[in-house]
């Protein structure tokens, strides 16, 4: 394990000479790149640093052990041994998944899309309801949250809705929200009080940069039309709102939440990449996932992954078989432990597969 940690901290010492040379300042992409690799290897670098420390206070106990002169020194010693060792097992398991190769994608902003499915009205509302539970969320860890393009549900919520979300790690944490999500409740048209199943699926998209997908522009059709829904004086009566067909896979971005056309122009552009992109992505999710049996990180857009059960007041995750008693914070936004244990599951699957390396 010394010799990876070395092998980082070589690295680390390359990037922090690196980041302060005047070209790399001035190339604020490049810039940007690098600082992250700097607070990533900062810390494994800080964790070799208590590794190293670890290792002499057990090696300067050891010598006091050998040499046994004093009684005393001799029992702090054991102590000293027991208590280091001990840290240094912990700290080893913490190493090695911090030196799990990151997934490149992890660090994307990204664009998320909720689609009510099955269940009319209620799925609309539904909708509505992990759209909120979502920007709280993002709200929660500072994270910036633009809606892109929406069509709202007859009795309120979205029969879809899509937006960015733009922050540290986005689409390493939100990727796991990406399937089918149920509810299991009793509709407010509901007179008789019946509990019903409704659905919506939700799909996070990494943002593409224009480097990571080139559109031909002679493969995009371009419509314009009147915008529709909340706008002010612009609604249906100026052609701002864009649609693009990608014509070589049918696949469709648009947008009119601005009253510019060229801004929506841009917004629809941004979507379109990260669907193409998404495309490429999750053909290779899906043989990574075939690869290690994974549930977690599966290329299946379609699988249901979580229920929302009201009645019950617990939400669980299908994935990992994991039920929490806590439906009223978590739909209000309190998913971080949710998240947090499908990431374990999947750092846990890729400790398996680079076990032998480390």
């Not at 992890?106 to 509505?128: L, Q, Y």
């Amino acid at each position: 394990m010394i010799d990876k940690l070395n092998i980082v901290k070589q690295r680390f010492d390359e990037v922090s000479d690196l980041i302060i040379q005047p070209d790399i300042l001035a190339d604020q992409k490049r810039y940007i790149k690098l600082n992250k690799e700097y607070k990533d290897l900062k810390l494994i670098v800080d964790k070799r640093d208590s590794y190293l420390d670890y290792q002499a206070n057990i090696n300067e106990a050891q010598e006091i052990i050998s040499a046994g002169d004093d009684a005393e020194m001799l029992e702090m010693a054991k102590l000293q041994l027991e208590e280091a060792k001990a840290a240094l097992a912990t700290l080893e398991e913490e190493i090695k998944f911090l030196l799990i190769p990151k997934d490149p994608e992890d660090g994307k902003d990204v664009v998320m899309e909720i689609r009510a499915g099955t269940g009319g009205d209620e799925a609309s509302i539904f909708a509505g309801d992990l759209f909120r539970m979502y920007t709280k969320y993002c709200e929660s860890r500072g994270w910036k949250t633009n809606v892109l393009d929406l069509s709202e549900g007859t009795s309120g919520g979205y029969k879809e809705i899509q937006f960015e979300v733009l922050g540290e790690e986005v689409y390493g944490t939100l990727k796991f929200e990406a399937g089918v999500h149920r509810v299991q409740r009793v509709p407010q048209t509901e007179t008789q009080g019946r509990v019903h199943t409704s659905a919506a699926t939700v799909m996070v998209l990494p943002e593409a940069e224009e480097f990571d997908v080139q559109i031909d522009p002679k493969d995009v059709r371009i419509d314009y039309f009147c915008s529709s829904g909340p706008g002010g004086q612009s609604v249906n009566t100026t052609y701002s709102a864009v649609r693009l067909t990608h014509i070589p896979t049918g696949l469709v971005a648009q947008c009119q939440d601005e009253k510019s056309q060229h801004k929506n122009k841009d917004k629809a552009f941004k979507v379109l990449r990260s669907r193409l992109y998404d495309l490429e992505l999750a053909k290779r999710q899906e043989a990574d996932a075939a690869k290690r049996n994974s549930q977690v990180s599966s290329g299946d857009r379609s699988a249901k992954i979580r229920t929302y059960n009201y009645p019950q007041g617990r939400v669980t995750d299908h994935r990992i078989g994991l039920t929490l008693y806590d439906l009223q914070n978590i739909i209000n936004g309190d998913i971080q432990k949710i998240i947090e244990e499908l990431r374990l599951v999947e750092n846990t699957e890729k400790l398996k597969e680079a076990s032998e390396i480390l």
